[in-house]
């Protein structure tokens, strides 16, 4: 089980303080959220931002585009090399652009990534995942930190997981929203490899604490 760090809930004027304290925490991606304010009714930080953190990251990055129109952000990041960059399944009007743009992300040197909103059914999309690195299942509706996990998007996870072994994928299943000790580790018995933490970790009076919270829980259950 792996660790992302969502830093929406951040300040903007502390990010790079902020970052440096994260560098040292026992966390391995920082998961960027990009909102156009069209794809999700918030605005975050566009490619110049993405390119500052980079710059005091030392954690790999992990680009979640919540964005209308992908293609216009994934030519812009190219160059501060993100391990995943993932699209959202409901920004493309056609299955043929859902390929398309995961195609030009591998042959860019990036694992591709589909995202899932709660509400969309897990067979929409069963005829990407074999071209998928990383399956990231929205566990609230994006565009805002501090939400509730939604329990309905455990069918999604374990068809996802069910889907994997049966057909022999190898893309990692990731959270996002609402995730804590007690929804990563229900996350993670139901298949999860990737927890992304948001304000639980941010916002936490210990940031060690909490996060040995939630690695010692998944210690127990062996993963
Ligand atoms: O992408 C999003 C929301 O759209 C997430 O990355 C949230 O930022 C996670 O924050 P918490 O729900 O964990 O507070």
């Known amino acids: 089980m792996e660790i992302g760090v969502s ?22 991606y920082f998961h960027l959220d990009v909102m156009d304010g069209h794809f999700v009714e918030n605005m975050t930080f566009g490619p110049d931002i993405m390119k500052e953190i980079a710059k005091v990251a030392d954690k ?3 680009i979640h585009l919540m964005v209308d129109n992908p293609k216009f952000f994934i030519e812009k990041v190219l160059d501060i090399h993100p391990k995943y960059v993932t699209v959202h399944y ?4 056609t299955d043929k652009a859902v390929f398309d743009v995961l195609e030009k992300l591998r042959s860019a040197g990036i694992l591709p990534g589909l995202a899932v909103n709660p509400t969309t059914p897990a067979e929409k999309i069963k005829p990407f995942l074999s071209e998928v690195d990383v399956l990231l299942q929205m566990t609230v509706q994006p565009g805002f930190g501090g939400q509730s996990f939604i329990e309905d998007t ?3 996870i ?24 007690e929804t990563g580790k229900l996350c993670v018995e139901n298949g999860v490899d990737i927890l992304v933490l948001g304000s639980y970790l941010v916002c936490a009076p210990n940031r060690e604490q909490a996060l040995e919270k939630v690695r010692g829980v998944q210690r127990k259950a062996g993963n």
């Open 60 to 62: 790999p990055l992990d």
């Open 90 to 93: 409901e920004a493309f009007k």
């Open 154 to 156: 455990l069918d999604n």
């Open 7 to 28: 830093i929406l809930n951040i300040p903007m004027l502390s990010l790079a303080d902020e970052i440096e304290k994260l560098n040292k925490e026992a966390i391995d």
């Open 158 to 181: 374990n068809q996802f997981a069910s889907w994997r072994q049966q057909y022999q994928y190898d893309y990692v299943i990731e959270v996002d929203g609402g995730i804590n000790d």
